[in-house]
């Protein structure tokens, strides 16, 4: 049944400077952006936007009724403009309603549990929640992290001295799936909240974003086995 409330974004743009072209790289004989888009398409949106500054990559996508392919402005594809940028110009060029759930896949997380996704999806309640989005938790508790300044300092937020039965859990956000309503996204341009986020929490062996070569070659060698 299609969710008539629920449209997702892929944001694909061709630049990349770490894998040139990373999201028409295959694995299991699909590309990345195939591959994410049949798993967009078993969460049964109103609508999929495949977003990329590069038109040539229409030819190569699967194309329905209900995937359109955005060609956006190449100022929207250099490597420092953050992809919520390209979702806010999707509601303002197609009109989104303020009601409409907006959801963003990244091509390069091709590991995604989508029917843990869905279910969280139907559970979603937008007045209680501000955003929904997909994390791992780590080994590592809120008084172990540690950061590093512009100088090379290391810099604590948090040393008590607390044992980790009373220390908060640390979670990582995977990029393997954002959702909030089309009213919070244009009015505070984030998919992420202080305090009032749902996670999907998501399985570590699974949570892998690619990023360089040796990404790539994990996914290949999780897709080979299974």
């Known amino acids: 049944m299609i969710n008539k409330k629920l449209i997702i974004i892929i944001p694909a743009r061709m630049n990349s400077k770490g894998i040139k072209k990373k999201n028409l ?42 995937i359109e392919f955005h060609e956006r402005n190449k100022k929207l594809s250099n490597h420092n403009v953050h992809t919520i940028y390209v979702v806010l110009d999707i ?7 303020n009601d409409t759930l907006i959801g963003l896949m ?17 559970k979603f309640d937008i007045k209680k ?19 590093l300044d512009n100088k090379g300092k290391l810099i604590a937020k948090n040393f008590n001295l607390n044992q980790r039965q009373k220390s908060k859990k640390v979670f990582f956000v995977n990029g393997s799936f954002f959702l909030s309503s089309c009213k919070n996204l244009k009015k505070f341009k984030n998919f992420h ?6 996670p ?9 974003d690619i990023n360089d070569h040796l990404d790539l070659k994990a996914v290949r060698k999780y897709f080979n086995k299974s």
């Open 25 to 66: 790289k295959k694995v299991n004989n699909k590309s990345l952006i195939n591959i994410t888009i049949k798993q967009a398409i078993k969460l049964e949106p109103k609508k999929i936007f495949v977003s990329s500054e590069d038109k040539n990559l229409k030819k190569k996508i699967l194309i329905n009724k209900n």
């Open 91 to 97: 509601i303002k060029k197609y009109k989104i309603q």
């Open 106 to 122: 990244l091509p390069t997380y091709p590991l995604r549990e989508i029917s843990k996704i869905k279910n969280q999806i139907k």
């Open 129 to 147: 929640y501000y955003s929904l989005v997909g994390v791992t938790e780590t080994k590592s508790y809120e008084n172990n992290i540690r950061y």
């Open 193 to 198: 909240n202080s305090k009032n986020m749902k």
């Open 200 to 208: 999907i929490l998501c399985n570590p062996k699974l949570s892998i």
